[in-house]
């Protein structure tokens, strides 16, 4: 969340996260894909800026993880 208020107070047009500590550090990729949809959902729903933000996943696998956690 603290990136994207800086991206926005910074008037950025895109920003992009990596999946972080879901590899050598074992954090649950479906608990970190659950938080990162719901916390971008929730501050583009009142904010302008960023305006485009970019998901980084290390694999495909990992990016149907994410895809599968938010229910797309």
Same mark, same amino acid.
């Given at each position: 969340?603290?990136?994207l #208020? #800086? !991206? #926005? %107070? +910074?008037? +950025?047009?895109?920003i992009a /996260? *990596?999946?972080i500590?879901t590899?050598? $550090?074992g $954090?649950p990729r479906?608990?970190a894909?659950k938080v !990162?949809? @719901?916390t971008?959902? %929730? /501050?583009?729903?009142?904010h302008?800026?960023p305006k @485009?933000? $970019?998901l980084? /996943? $290390?694999? *495909?696998?990992? %990016?149907n993880? /994410? +895809? !599968?956690?938010v229910? #797309?």
């Amino acid at each position: 969340r603290r990136s994207l #208020e #800086e !991206a #926005e %107070k +910074l008037n +950025l047009d895109s920003i992009a /996260f *990596p999946a972080i500590s879901t590899g050598v $550090y074992g $954090y649950p990729r479906e608990k970190a894909a659950k938080v !990162a949809y @719901d916390t971008i959902t %929730k /501050f583009t729903s009142s904010h302008a800026h960023p305006k @485009d933000i $970019y998901l980084v /996943f $290390y694999s *495909p696998d990992d %990016k149907n993880v /994410f +895809l !599968a956690a938010v229910g #797309e």
